[in-house]
Nanobody, 127 residues
Framework: VQLQASGGGLVQAGGSLRLTCAAS????????VGWFRQAPGKEREFVSF????????RYRDSAKGRFTISRDNAKNTVYLQMNNLKPEDTADYYC?????????????????????WGQGTQVTVSS
């Protein structure tokens, strides 16, 4: 699976961006997809997750009510709609795919559980 993240940019606080993760590979529609972010000098952190059919969606606490993850398997694409952006959302955002069975239900929180990663797309939120 190859992943291409896009949609980042510079936005003022309170603004919105929609990130797109476009995938190639026949297992994408059968796989969970996560978004992570990494700010300068900080560790990569979980942002959001969607399972293969969109029936399970998870968010970090600070993203709940502001971010929405969705997917279109016909287009091999996952979206992350980010509203009411805050300066603390500034980071490089990465999409990732986890394939195959996982041994515990909260695997999606952990970056090492993912098998494929796209390049980052930079999000900068000015105050």
């Amino acid at each position: 699976v190859q992943l291409q993240a896009s949609g980042g940019g510079l936005v003022q606080a309170g603004g919105s961006l929609r990130l797109t993760c476009a995938a190639s590979g026949h297992t994408f529609s059968e796989s969970g997809v996560g978004w992570f972010r990494q700010a300068p000098g900080k560790e990569r952190e979980f942002v959001s997750f969607i399972n293969w059919n969109g029936g399970i969606r998870r968010y970090r606490d600070s993203a709940k009510g502001r971010f929405t993850i969705s997917r279109d398997n016909a287009k091999n694409t996952v979206y992350l709609q980010m509203n009411n952006l805050k300066p603390e959302d500034t980071a490089d955002y990465y999409c990732s795919v986890g394939t195959g069975p996982k041994s515990y239900s909260a695997w999606y929180l952990n970056a090492p559980e993912y098998d494929y990663w796209g390049q980052g797309t930079q999000v900068t939120v000015s105050s």
